[in-house]
Each structure stands twice: as C-alpha cells, then as structure tokens.
C-alpha cells in the first residue's frame, strides 16, 4: 500500500516537472536576436577643410589709393618772332649806297625802282611827303625793297604789286587790297591748326601797329591780316609762333587723393608752386581738382615740373597715411574681450565708453566696495552686541557675530585707510579739458564719438578686439595689449571652516590657545614647522594672530587635530577652490530659506483676499574670495565668509517669521603661499532650560526633585576660518596639486574598475555598494 502510494507520488511529481518544462522549452528556444552592427561613419567630403586660423592683423588695405597716372609731353622750344622786322640770318653785302636829304617821296620811289631796279611802277599822285636816308653801310639789292617800303610807311603810302608792275599808293587803299607778293603791301589770309581765331586776335591784338591790321573768321579758324609788308611779316610769325600744339608739349599727372579734401588738396599744392609772392611759376604748373574722381591734375609744359609735383604728393601722401585710420582684429589669448575693451576705451576713449566688464568683475563690488573692506583678525574684543570692530593690517575688517561677540588680537599700527572701489559697470570722469595724449584734444562737449576717431569694439564671439586708428595708434593699442592680455596665475584656495566649542581649555578664544603653545605638540610631533619662509616669518613676529606654513597640506589639518585633543570641532565646510588671479570664486551650500516679510489687504474693496509678500534668505555657508598674487609670492585674498542658519521665530505685527543667526566675516589679508591664515573671534553664547518628568508633580516644590529633571545648558562656540591658499605658475604645479589631491582619495584609482564591473542591484541607489568598496559608506 506504501510503494503504491509512493508511486504515485513520484508519477505526479513527474508530471510536474514535465509541465514544468514544456512550458519552459519555449522560452529556451526563443533567442533574442543580435541588435544590428553600427553603421560607419560616412568618409569626410572633400572639400572640408579645417577652421581657419586666428591671425592678428588688419582688414584689408587701410584705404590704399591708386598709383598716380603720369604722361609726360615734347617740350619744344619756343619759335622766336618780331612784331615789324625780319629776322632770321645776317644780310648779305651790298654794292648799294642811298643818300637822301628831306627829298620828296616820289623821287626817293623813282630813283630806287627806275634808276635802280630798274621795273615798271607808278605812283599814285595822292602820294605825298618826304623822305630822309643815309645808308651808312652798302645795301644789297635785295634790300632796297624793304627799305622803300619802311619809308613810305612814313609817308602812309605802300608799295603794291600787280604782276610786273610796282605801284606806289596810299596805305588806306593798300590794305584794302590782297597782297601780291611777300614784299608789297596787302592781305594775307592765315588759316589756324590748333589756336582759336578768336582768342588768338585777342591775344596779338595790342601788338599791331599802324601799318597792320588782323581780323578773326571764326567760321574757317583763320586770322586776315593786311598791312605793309614788315607788319604783316611780323604778325604771322607771331601767329605762327602761338599757333602750335600745345597739348602734345603738355605733361600731366592725375594724383588720387583720398575723399572729401580734394580741393584743399589742390589748393595746397597750388600754393607750394606759386611761393609766397605769386612765383615765375604761378602759370607754368596748373592744379585743377577732380572731386569726382577723388584726384587732382598737375598740367604742365615742362616734365621736370611733373616730377616736382610727384615729389609734393609723395611727401603729403606720406604724411595722409601717418593720420589715416584703418580696422585692425586683435585676437584675445588669455582674457576676455568686453573686460580689455573697457579698459582700452577708458584709456583712449573716455568719453564714450560703451564695453561693460565681464559679469565676473562686476561681482566683486558685492563684498570689495564696502567701506570695511580690509585688514584681518580685528582689534580689540566687542563686549557684547552683535560684534566688535576690529583695524586691520591692510586696512579695515569688520565682523559681526550672533548673540554676544568679541574680536581677537590687539591694535595693529601701520593701517590705511579702507577706500571705496568704483562701479565695474561705471563711467570713468573725462580728464579735464577731454585731452588725451594719443588723440589730441578732443572736442567740448563730448558725449558724441566722431565717425573717423578712434573706436574700439569688442567681439564677445571671437573674443576679439577691433581697432580702428591710425599706425601710431595701432601699436599703441598693440603694446598695450601684450601687457594686459597674458596668461594669469592660478591658485588654489584650501579652506576649512569649522565650529569649535569653547570649554575650559579654550575659554579665552582659539588665539589664546594656538600662541599659549597648545598647537607647538602637535606640530613637532608632526615635524609641521611654524613659518615656512622668512618672508612669512615677519608677518609672524608683527602680527598678532596666527600663520601656519608648511609643505604638503599646510597647517589647516594640523590646527584641528589640535583642537580636537582638547574640544568639539565641528567641521562646517571643508572646500578646495582652484581660480584664476584676481577673480572672485564663490561656494555657496545651505538651503534658501522663504520667509513672510509683508502682508496687505486692500481696504477698498470688501472681503479682499489677503495678499503675502514672500522673501527669500540664502542659509548655509557662503565663501566668497578673490585672491591677487604679487611677483614676490605673496597672495592677497579678498575674504567673505559668511554663516547662517534659522533660528526659532519672531511675531511681528502679527508676522510670524523665523529669524537667521549670522556670523560675517569681511576681510583682506597677505600671506605667503602655502600658509596658512586663520580667522576667527566670532563667538556666540547660547543657553537653553529644559524641565521634563511626571505631569504635575515635577512642578511641585521639594517633590520636584524627585519626579522631575531640570536641564540648563550653556554654549559657546566660536567660528574658526582657515585658508591656505597654493599659487599654480606652471602646469608642473598643477601637476604637483592634482597628485596631493589624489593621494588624499586613497582608493580614486579603483573607480573606473569598479564602474565598469558595476552590476545592476535593483536598489534606488545604484552606486551605494560602490560607496561601500570604497570606505566612503558604512
């Protein structure tokens, strides 16, 4: 009866784990499939190319002009010519001598021309007069025209020639008739190629004489003139002599000249040729303005004269390219570019000042602007209130504490006065007059930059800076740049803040304590020595507080430990901050407290809702520091440490809103890198009451002490800060810092391992069980 049943139990389980397994085969079948193999990237095209470098220099050509064009002429010398003579070559010998004495003017034409020449003429009876010559030299016969023509000029009478025959006749019918030939009296037509007939007649018109006369036929460009022979030889050589080319004798040069001072230009250069007292060269060397090309023409009929005026424009040209402005992009390294323009714009530009510093500068105002703004570890302790006042080393500090507070140390000579920082986003006052050295005086008024002054313009993109000035300016921009645009120092800031309470072996303060010998133990038990340096050691001996100097981690973890042989220390805040020189850093961990600060209802409506006023208060601890570091190592640090909690709450004005115990330090302080600084002496004093125990009869006299229990605390705490700031020249400093970092993480190197062997857990915490491995949770 047993086996059977047993049998049957086996069979059941059997059947079990049969359908226990059907109905797992599916699942082991079922294989997921591979996800899909990631796609390559596609190759790069092939016109990507690489961003183009940052090159400092200037944008295109600082409105560079056209090379002058020069055409230079054939200077042709001038044709010599008399007014009523012949020149030309020497007259020949003669074999011909006249000697005539107050003889009639007909007998002196007969004897010539009969006698002598032997031709046909005649003589016209209204011919009247005498004439008297004597030849003192032979005359060829050549010249016995000529000289019977000069005296019937004498007489107004002319010698005219029809053909063969000589007539003599009075000079007013002679010019009314053509001229036969080029020795009897008459008029010549002389056709102009160049010259106008008009201008021309206006020109020769004050050298015609009696015997000539010259007429203008502007419709065929030609002068008529008639007269006796020698006038009209005389007159069309001076034709001849004014009717040239004179263009192709020309030279000319176009000068461009930059817009909007080409007249002036012109006028210039005018006056340069025409000299202070008109000059010979006043209407040799003609400047004519071309406003709407932006150039002048120098004309000339001398070459060298254009090479002289070529000169003249070098020299100016020259002088234009000191004075003329031109954009040029500078390339920030190290600094930002609102932060370099405003200090080059309050430099070259006082009166228009447009960059605003970097939010970062002007944060600094927050804490550095106040009137106590310096010194550190106070003066002589409050007796009570809020805190005392303390004078510091450097200039001023001021604390303030919760309840009841004292300051620590003693006065400090040698202090200056705390001075008010200017705005970071305020305008510089002009200098007086609005001069400035670079630019030359600037106009009254100001306010209104000019359009071709000097501009400077951020480009917060780029991180650039665009000038826009002249060569001189430009390297002076440039000069400055490279002193102001350089690779800052950083530092690294090692603070502790911590809360220690004050007990019989610190009940005159933690000063007391670290110069009474309390610390000395354990700095020589940890070969920590007191002052690193000599420099540090005479800060030591003046100043009344404390420094601690070292090597490795300074003396800040030394000052606790001894601290906590003797007391509590509660260690608040423990950062390490690494920030640039002379840039504020700030740590901020607490809570935002709301708080009611105001209610109002309005009393014109009825049944209004009552509206609430909501502020907000940051708690916690705040950290505010700037350090600056000097060439000599020494490290000037800007302090703002603040402490802050909530405490029970007040009613005012039927406004219940709690209240904030605040513990402020505001300080500037030196040391030396790697020491250690402490600030401390904000010392609070709280007291509570406690009864507790059996309802009633706790409060029963005498019976009380049995069923009750009466609880009175008193504490007092004081707030210590201690900074050890590190300066990072190099990167082998950075180097230095980042291996004291890592050798204080003892188990840092075992993260990545762990992080990639990390299993899922299930738990809302996935990195819990690292914490663990790590010993950084229990």
């Not at 019937?152 to 063969?164: K, M, P």
């Not at 340069?272 to 932006?294: C, D, E, K, T, Y």
Request: net charge neutral; charged share 15%; aromatic share 4%.
């Amino acid at each position: 009866m047993q086996s059977n049943v047993a049998c049957a139990r086996r069979l059941g389980l059997s059947r079990r784990c049969l359908a226990v397994f059907l109905s797992l085969a599916p699942l082991v079948g079922c294989n997921h499939p591979s996800p899909p193999a990631i796609a390559a990237l596609p190759p790069l095209p092939g016109g990507a190319t690489r961003a183009p470098p940052r090159i400092n220099g200037s944008v295109g050509s600082p409105e560079a002009l056209p090379p002058p064009q020069v055409s230079y002429g054939t200077a042709a010398a001038p044709v010599a010519s008399t007014v009523g003579g012949r020149g030309g070559a020497a007259p020949a010998a003669g074999d011909i001598t006249l000697d005539f004495a107050d003889t009639d003017i007909r007998e002196v034409a007969a004897q010539i021309l009969g006698s002598i020449l032997k031709v046909n003429y005649t003589i016209d009876p209204a011919v009247r007069g005498a004439a008297t010559l004597h030849t003192v030299r032979p005359l060829a016969r050549s010249e016995l025209i000529p000289t019977l023509e000069s005296l019937l000029a004498q007489n107004s009478a002319a010698l005219v020639t029809n053909g063969a025959l000589y007539r003599v006749v009075p000079i007013a019918q002679a010019v009314g008739t053509a001229a036969s030939g080029p020795g009897t009296a008459g008029a010549v037509v002389v056709p102009l190629r160049y010259a106008s007939a008009e201008e021309l007649v206006k020109v020769l018109q004050p050298y015609v004489g009696d015997g000539g006369k010259i007429t203008a036929d502007p419709g065929r460009n030609a002068l008529l003139v008639s007269g006796d022979p020698q006038a009209r030889e005389g007159l069309i050589g001076l034709i001849q002599a004014f009717d040239v080319d004179m263009l192709a004798h020309q030279s000319y040069a176009l000068l461009p000249v930059s817009a909007g001072d080409v007249k002036d230009f012109a006028s210039a250069m005018q006056d340069a040729f025409r000299g202070q007292n008109g000059g010979a060269l006043a209407g040799l060397v003609r400047v004519i303005p071309l406003s709407r090309i932006n150039a002048v023409l120098v004309v000339s009929p001398q070459p060298r004269y254009i090479d002289q005026a070529r000169r003249v424009y070098a020299m100016i040209d020259r002088g234009r390219r000191m004075t003329l402005r031109s954009w040029h992009v500078y390339y920030l390294q190290d600094s930002h570019s609102e932060d370099v323009a405003y200090v080059l714009q309050q430099a070259f530009t006082p009166n228009n000042v447009t960059a605003q510093p970097s939010g970062q500068n002007r944060s600094q105002q927050g804490f550095l602007g106040q009137p106590n703004g310096g010194g550190m570890l106070g003066a002589n302790a409050g007796a009570g209130g809020i805190g005392g006042s303390m004078t510091g080393m450097l200039g001023r500090s001021s604390l303030s504490g919760g309840i009841t507070g004292g300051g620590m140390g003693q006065p400090l000579g040698g202090q200056q006065a705390g001075t008010n920082l200017p705005s970071a986003g305020s305008q510089a006052a002009p200098a007086a007059g609005g001069a400035n050295p670079l630019l030359g005086g600037l106009e009254p008024g100001g306010g209104e930059q000019q359009t071709n002054a000097l501009r400077v313009i951020p480009d917060d993109q780029n991180n650039a800076i665009l000038v826009y000035g002249t060569e001189r300016e430009q390297g002076t921009v440039e000069a400055m740049l490279r002193k102001i645009d350089i690779l800052p120092l950083q530092v690294r800031i090692d603070a502790v803040i911590a809360e220690v309470t004050l007990n019989d072996a610190l009940q005159y303060g933690t000063q007391f304590f670290f110069k009474s010998g309390g610390i000395n133990g354990i700095l020589s038990n940890n070969t920590q020595t007191a002052i690193a340096n000599p420099a540090a050691a005479n800060l030591n001996l003046s100043f009344p507080g404390f420094f601690l100097g070292g090597t490795g981690a300074g003396g800040a973890p030394f000052a606790i430990q001894a601290l906590q042989q003797v007391t509590t220390v509660h260690v608040l805040s423990s950062p390490q901050l690494l920030v640039l020189d002379n840039q504020p850093a700030r740590l901020q961990v607490g809570a935002v407290v709301p708080y009611l600060s105001q209610t109002s209802q309005s009393t014109i409506v009825s049944n209004a809702p009552v509206v609430n006023s909501i502020n907000y208060q940051q708690t916690g601890v705040i950290m505010e520091v700037t350090p600056r570091v000097n060439s000599g190592g020494l490290v000037t640090l800007d302090i703002m440490q603040d402490v802050s909690s909530v405490a029970q709450g007040l009613t005012t004005q039927g406004i219940t809103s709690p209240t904030f115990n605040e513990r402020n330090i505001n300080s500037r302080v030196v040391v030396q890198d790697g020491q250690t600084v402490g600030l401390a002496g904000l010392i609070t004093d709280s007291a509570s009451t406690g009864n507790s125990g059996i309802p009633w009869l706790k409060d029963v006299p005498i019976l009380g002490l049995l069923a009750g229990d009466q609880n009175n605390q008193r504490q007092r705490t004081e707030l210590l800060v201690l900074i050890t700031p590190h300066v990072v020249h190099d990167q082998r400093d950075a180097r230095a810092l980042t291996n004291d970092l890592r050798e204080q993480l003892i188990n840092a190197a075992a993260v990545p391992e762990l992080l990639n062997n990390l299993r899922p857990s299930g738990q809302s915490d996935p990195s819990a069980r690292l914490r663990k491995q790590l010993h950084l949770q229990q």
